[in-house]
Every structure is written in C-alpha cells, then in structure tokens.
C-alpha cells in the first residue's frame, strides 16, 4: 500500500533472494512490471474486451478458477488505472504497477475473484479521489468491506498512533473476513521486493515490523509461500553478513557435481513405483532462512541439507502408504516423524514428515501430502477461495474445533478478545508484538473433553484465564495428566489440564502470577486487577508462598481447600471418608483424635496428648516445642499411644535446585513409593534454590524412608527431612 517501493532492477542494497539452484526444475520468468507499467499507460481497452495489462493475473486465476467471471476484473482495472493514473513510485514507475503485482501474487496462490477484485482497488481510497461508497456502490458490500480493511488511518488524524491502530483496525476486519490479511499480506511482499530505492534507515523499519507482525500473521494464516520469501527479504535487510554467508553455501552446493537429494529422490520414485504408488517425487530447495538455521543447528552442511523431499498423492490413505513403503524399504529415522495429518496445524497445515538416512549417514527430509494438502499448505487461507460461503455437497462438515474454521482461527479470536482491554496504542502494539512472537500453538484438553488452544510455552496460569476470564483470579491450583502442578507450570501439546478453582468469589490473582503469564489475556486481566487493587495487590510483608492446595480444618477427609481455607471443586479423588490418622490410643474413652500439624507426629514416634476445646485430644511428638509451652502453662497432659495400624499422615521439606519440571518429576515419585499428597507448598525461588513442604498420606508408617529416598533421587532434589517442630501454636 506504500507508493515508496521501488522496482526490482532499481540499484539498491536489497534485491531479490537467489533461488537455490538445487531446485532442478525451470523456474517460471519474473514478470516485466516497467512493461506492464507502460500498459497501464494506453489506458482501459474497450468496453467488453480484457486490457493487456492484466493479462498475466487472468491466466493466474484461470488456473485455479477457470469457470471464474472476469468482468469485476476488468471493471476493477479500468477504475484503478484511471484513477492512479498520473501517480509515480519513487522508483518512477506508474503507481498502477502495484496493485497488479499484488493481485499477481493473490491469483497465483489461487485466490477467488472478489479477492482479487479488491486487491486491484486496495490503494484507491487512500491514494485517490474514490471513496468507499463507489467502491460498494460499483463492486458490492464484500469488495468494500475488504477494501476499508486495509485502507491505513491517517497520520494528521492519529500522529503517532496511526501504525498501530492501522494494524488494529485491520486485525478488527479480519476477524470478521479473512481475506482482509490475505490481501495486506500481499501488499507487504510486493513492496519488500521492491524496497532498494529508500533509505536504509527506513527499509530497516519496515523489514523489522515485516518480521515483528506481517511475518507471524502470515505463519498463523499458514500462507507459507509468502511467509517464506517475506522472510528471506527481512534476512537480507536485517543481517546482510549472514544472507551473504548463506547465499555462499547454497551457491556453492549447487556447483557440486554430486546430488544426494536427486539421488534419493530416485531411489523412492523407485520404491513408489515398485509398490504401485501414483505419486509425485519433487525436491524443496530450503529458503535462506531455512538454510541459516540448519547451519546454526547442525555447523558443516552437507547435500542433504539444503532441501527436502515433497511426495505428492492424490487420497489421505495413500500417505501413510507412502511412509509405510519408505520406512519399510529404505532406513527410517524414526525420531524425525510427525503426523500432521491425523493431528492438523493450527494453522491448517497437514503433512507427513519424516526423514531417511543415506548409506554415507546423510538425512533426507520427506514431507507427504496430498494435491490439496500442498495446496493449503502453500497458500494457507487464501487456497479455501471464500471461506464464507455454504459448504458444498461434497465438504464434509469437521469437527475438528477452531483448527478446522478458516474464518475464526482461535489464535485470532483471543488476539481479539485481548486488543478490547488494551486502549493504549503503545500497549497494543508492544503487546501484538508479544503475541505473534509466540508463533506456535499447543492444544490442551480439559477433563471435560474440550480442548484449549494456547501458544507454546502457556502455563496453567493462561490456561485459566483461557477457559475461565477473570473469574481466573480465583484459581489456586492445577492438576496436569492427574498430577498435581503449580500454576507456573509449563504445558505441553497434548496435556490434560483440571483448574482447581477456589468457591470464594473474592479471591485474588497473585502478582507473581505475571511472571508466568504467557497470553496477552492472562498479563492484561492480571494487570488490571492489580492496578484495581493496589492495596492488596502490593501491601507489604503479603504472603510470599504459593499454596498449591490445603485441607480444611474440619471439613472431610481428602476435601481440597484454597489458601484461605475455602473448599475446592472438584473434590479430592480417593476413598470416601478414609481416616486421615493413624490409629492412636487415647486414655480418655470416647475422645476425639487430632494429630497435630506443627509436628506431624507418625509411629513409632513417642508422643503425648492434650486436650483442647470441644472435648478433642491433640497428639505431638514429645519434642515438639508446643509441648514444653503447654507443660510451662500447667496443661494437663493426656497419655496417647500407637495402635495395631500404622496408616499416617507425615510432613516432609525437600530442598531443591531450580528446574524445568522438578515439581512434577518430584510428585511422581512420591505418588510411585503409595504416597498421597494431601497439600503442598512451594515457596519462591532463591539464588536458584527452591523450598517444598509437602504433607502426604502413606498407608504404612514403615513406607516413609522409601519415600524420602525415592525424593532425594529425583535430580536436582538434594535434601529431604521431616518438618521440624514448629515454635509456635498448638
């Protein structure tokens, strides 16, 4: 949408990345923009007749869509040729150049007529005298709509601000038409290829917010040809040594006289055919990028590594025959496989990957798929055509959840939700960045069934102000595959996650919670809340230790409590009303038996008793500091001793390192050696230190040295000891 971009033969420090020269088919003839320029110059053919000027996007779009009409294209040419005409690039070329290449780029990545109709437009109502109403009124609502999508805001209206909210209001529109990001995503590409006229300051500015947010979206609406090159152009600009570097090694690959990827590639056309497989064998050349980071992974490249192999079929099953032949007849290197055909992208791609191994121990990548995977894998949404309108008879409807819906991707539903509580444009645009930065996506499913998409890197923190909004602030716990977990815990792809959800609906969020927030969402509801709640929110000497859950003082046995003692949901999983005590002996018939908290006191501990109000008798180890206090009080003391069972509840104090994981790792453990955790704390890390208190439940007394050896074998685990006696309290 920039009239600041230059062409492509123009001098400058950006040109075109090299296409890798492993590719060994003929690649198609760069189209000529000055004589497409000159075209536009003759002005609109005649009525009825398609101008020679679009003659290059009409076989594009015939292409995919030969049954397509192209009158709207010849209209939409005509009126923005006409009112462009007179208007200049920097490089010197008619204004008109752009919009054609744009709707090039779209009508080969297969995208339908209104799309392409409103890419030839895109520019008019910010650069001419048309506006919005002749647009709907000529071309209809659809083209209009797409059209405001990506007209930008004006900077004597919004100064500063007129990025940012540009970027929101079409972030708005494409939540409600996709095609809107289709369309800017093509503009963005045609104005990189053609950056080299401008300043280098100002193409570093545009190739950093190409890479901050174009490049992301693009990734996100899975439109991988142009995420691809948009990233080799932001590479060349932002790390020119590198790109150099880079086109060195792929230059230097292709002028050796061995081909590992064409050799294997032989070798399963062969295997393919041999087992009646109708398949297309083709080598992917890696990108420049792609190649960078291979190089950076793996140091000295070999032949291998500068491409994959794509196999093409024609139905879903003849993919896994595929795989099936290759990992049979040729060396499979197992690791390397991903099925994301059964499981999708969330960004629609599907794909089989896997890789083989070559006798001089060579790994080639292969990647199957079908016709129409390779398709959406290429061009993402913009290969659906109108992703709006009624399915046809032979689409099957899916159920596969936000995955599945082009027009909503969940990605994009929460980006919405969260750009409503930012105002702010400078929040809103350091927190876009934020987000896109988080370009994968992992799915969680609830015990319920349901699932929770979140970007790689969420914790139970996100995960709750995903499923639950701001009534998140009363969570105080997770349990993740069945295990208990604190809320800073990391989940993975795949993971069941239940949210321990306090009963009080006062309960408050944690600030330390920001520090494992990952979504915009969960930071910004956070956030909000804090500044709502200073008093709280940031009283000093506040509670430092995160109680992950706590048994109520009276309520039944295996209830699960929150930090200020309200009940649970759901309830503690176990036997209904199992003791939470050993068996002890009181001298005192009919009295009712406590062990108490500060001691934990299990046999064959020595212990003594005391009674308390209601008529109950408390047990402690005789050690136990509270029992010289009550002994200097005059307390009466009450003789207790151990029975036949030896069922006990026990605290125990691990002392740690930091790590990933070491809290599951650690209750796994335990929950190994019989024991139940009836309530943990862990309190905040220090100098990479980290202080557990857990109080479990073990059917066997005689159980409890196993269980603190089986914790101080868990790496990173170097201490375990019961809890001491407290100093205080009964």
């Known amino acids: 949408m920039s009239a600041e971009a230059t062409n492509p033969a123009t001098p400058g420090p950006v040109a075109g990345p090299v296409t890798p020269a492993v590719s060994r088919r003929k690649a198609r003839a760069r189209i000529d923009l000055r004589r497409l320029g000159r075209a536009a110059l003759l002005g609109p053919a005649s009525r009825g007749r398609l101008p ?59 995208a339908e007529t209104t799309t392409l109709t409103a890419s030839l437009l895109h520019d008019t109502v910010e650069d001419t005298d048309v506006t919005l109403d002749q647009v709907g009124e000529q071309f209809g609502a659809e083209v209009r709509f797409l059209v405001d999508g990506v007209t930008k805001l004006e900077k004597v209206d919004y100064g500063a601000a007129a990025e940012p909210e540009t970027f929101r209001k079409m972030l708005v529109a494409t939540g409600n038409d996709v095609r809107v990001m289709s369309i800017k995503l093509a503009d963005r590409l045609h104005n990189m290829r053609t950056l080299g006229v401008m300043r280098p300051e100002k193409q570093a500015r545009i190739a950093k917010v190409t890479r901050d947010v174009l490049i992301p979206l693009a990734e996100r609406l899975g439109v991988q040809a142009l995420k691809t090159e948009l990233e080799d152009l932001v590479f060349a600009i932002l790390h020119p040594d590198e790109y150099e570097h880079t086109r060195e090694l792929i230059v230097e690959n292709a002028s050796r006289a061995d081909d590992p990827l064409a050799e294997t590639a032989d070798a399963v056309r062969k295997v393919l055919r041999e087992a009646d497989i109708q398949a297309e064998v083709l080598i992917r050349p890696r990108h420049f990028v792609s190649v960078h980071r291979v190089s950076r992974k793996r140091g000295r490249l070999r032949g291998a590594d500068f491409g994959r192999l794509l196999v093409l079929v024609n139905e879903d099953a003849d993919c896994y ?10 060396t499979p290197v197992v690791s390397e496989f991903k099925d994301f055909i059964a499981v999708p992208k969330f960004n629609l791609y599907q794909s089989l990957h896997t890789a083989v191994a070559r006798e001089d121990g060579q790994v080639t990548e292969v990647l199957i798929r079908t016709h129409q995977m390779h398709k959406v894998a290429e061009a993402g949404v913009v290969a659906l055509g109108n992703p709006y309108a009624p399915p046809s008879e032979e689409q099957a409807p899916s159920s596969d959840g936000e995955r599945a819906d082009p027009t909503r991707p969940g990605w994009l539903s929460r980006l919405l939700d969260w750009q409503e509580a930012a105002p702010d444009p400078d929040t809103f645009w350091s927190t876009l960045r934020e987000d896109l930065a988080q370009d994968r996506e992992i799915t969680v499913f609830r015990p319920d069934g349901g699932t929770l998409g979140l970007p790689e890197g969420a914790t ?42 306090g009963q009080d609906p006062a309960s408050e969020p944690s600030r330390e919670w920001l520090e494992h927030a990952h979504t915009p969402a969960a930071r910004i509801a956070i956030q909000r809340w804090l500044a709502a709640h200073p008093a709280q929110g940031d009283a000093p000497g506040a509670e430092e230790t995160r109680v992950l859950f706590r048994p109520t003082a009276d309520g039944p046995a295996g209830q699960e409590a929150g930090t200020d003692g309200q009940a ?136 409890l040295p196993g269980l603190m050896r089986a914790m101080r074998n868990v790496a990173g685990v170097y201490d375990v000891s019961r809890a001491q006696p407290q100093t205080q309290g009964a």
Not at 484 to 493: E, F, G, I, Q
Not at 615 to 620: K, L
Request: hydrophobic content about 40%.
């Open 52 to 110: 020679d000027a679009i003659s290059h996007v009409v076989d594009a779009h015939r292409a995919h869509h030969p049954d397509a009409d192209l009158e709207p294209l010849r209209r939409a040419y005509v009126l923005a040729e006409s009112s462009h005409r007179g208007q200049m690039r920097k490089s010197g070329e008619p204004y008109i150049t752009h919009p054609l290449a744009v709707t090039l780029i779209l009508a080969e990545l297969g």
């Open 321 to 330: 025959g595929v795989l099936g032949e290759l990992h049979t007849c040729m």
């Open 460 to 501: 139970c923190v996100d995960a709750a102000y995903a499923q639950y909004g701001e009534d998140a602030h009363a969570c105080i716990g997770a349990r993740v595959n069945g295990r208990l977990a604190t809320l800073s815990t990391v989940l993975r792809d795949g993971d069941t996650v239940q949210l321990l959800m």
């Open 568 to 703: 649970v949901r759901p309830a503690a999983e176990g036997p209904a009303g199992r003791s939470a005590t050993a068996d002890v002996l009181v001298d005192r018939p009919g009295a009712t038996v406590r062990l108490a908290g500060c001691c934990t006191p299990v046999p064959p501990d020595e212990v003594t008793g005391f009674s308390v109000r209601g008529g109950a008798v408390t047990v402690h180890r005789v050690e136990c500091a509270a029992v010289r206090r009550m002994k200097g009080a005059g307390r009466a003391e009450v003789g207790v001793h151990w029975g036949d069972t030896t069922e006990c509840r026990v605290t125990l104090v691990a002392e740690s390192f930091v790590r990933p994981h070491l809290l599951a790792d650690l209750t796994e453990a335990m929950a190994l050696e019989g024991a139940e955790i009836v309530s943990a704390t862990v309190e905040p890390p220090s100098q990479q230190r980290v202080r557990h208190t857990y109080t479990v439940q073990l059917p066997d007394a005689a159980l």
